[in-house]
T-cell receptor
Framework: QKEVEQNSGPLSVPEGAIASLNCTYSDRGSQSFFWYRQYSGKSPELIMFIYSNGDKEDGRFTAQLNKASQYVSLLIRDSQPSDSATYLCAVKPGNQFYFGTGTSLTVIP | ETGVTQTPRHLVMGMTNKKSLKCEQHLGHNAMYWYKQSAKKPLELMFVYNFKEQTENNSVPSRFSPECPNSSHLFLHLHTLQPEDSALYLC?????????????????FGPGTRLTVL
């Protein structure tokens, strides 16, 4: 069973704070890791991908990967109300993508 | 048109109807996917096509029938659906390089079809 686990939330942070979203996965063969953002009623859109252990930064977003611990996280700095959405973690051990249930984030103005 | 498009965006059908969902990708990708998204559940992969050949069929009921005439188009034919099939149906595409960790192998999603079965 290839599982991707996320805390469903809801996670609430004040505007300007750091939001931390976490994801664990079961398949040690996973090589590609993705974070998608999904606004209510919309389809998922890719915001970050990471392949190597360590951190990857893109603007206010930082993805962190620890393959030994089978753990990937997403940090959102200076959170904005427009960041309020569901964040989906996805892993790709082979040719197939496996998604978590998503974490609902609310940024409070 | 750019990206991944899906039609119709909304569909209401009775249990005895036959309808089809259409997906088209304008990204030159070689793999296309159908997902089902229900409330409070993870995205459920239904079908995968790679170079027009079906490579995955995750125990989907036969009332869902996929068709991939070429690498840019994907259909999902629906017949005798059940109310529990009501969900958001998402199409996605990717460039499957066949190598784990190949760059730019992420999936791009279409806007989805919101299906309601009465």
């Amino acid at each position: 069973q290839k599982e991707v686990e996320q805390n469903s939330g809801p996670l609430s942070v004040p505007e300007g704070a750091i939001a931390s979203l976490n994801c664990t996965y079961s398949d040690r063969g996973s090589q590609s890791f993705f974070w998608y953002r999904q606004y209510s009623g919309k389809s998922p859109e890719l915001i970050m991908f990471i392949y190597s252990n360590g951190d990857k930064e893109d603007g206010r977003f930082t993805a962190q990967l620890n393959k030994a611990s089978q753990y990937v996280s997403l940090l959102i700095r200076d959170s904005q109300p427009s960041d309020s959405a569901t964040y989906l973690c996805a892993v790709k051990p082979g040719n197939q993508f496996y998604f978590g249930t998503g974490t609902s984030l609310t940024v409070i103005p | 048109e750019t990206g991944v498009t899906q039609t119709p965006r909304h569909l209401v059908m009775g249990m005895t109807n036959k309808k089809s969902l259409k997906c088209e990708q304008h990204l030159g990708h070689n793999a296309m996917y159908w997902y089902k998204q229900s409330a409070k559940k993870p995205l459920e992969l239904m079908f995968v096509y790679n170079f027009k050949e079906q490579t995955e069929n995750n125990s989907v009921p036969s009332r869902f029938s996929p068709e991939c005439p070429n690498s840019s188009h994907l259909f999902l034919h629906l017949h005798t659906l059940q109310p529990e099939d009501s969900a958001l149906y998402l199409c996605a595409s990717s460039q499957d390089g066949g190598l784990a960790g190949a760059p730019r192998d992420e999936q791009f999603f279409g806007p989805g079809t919101r299906l309601t079965v009465l």
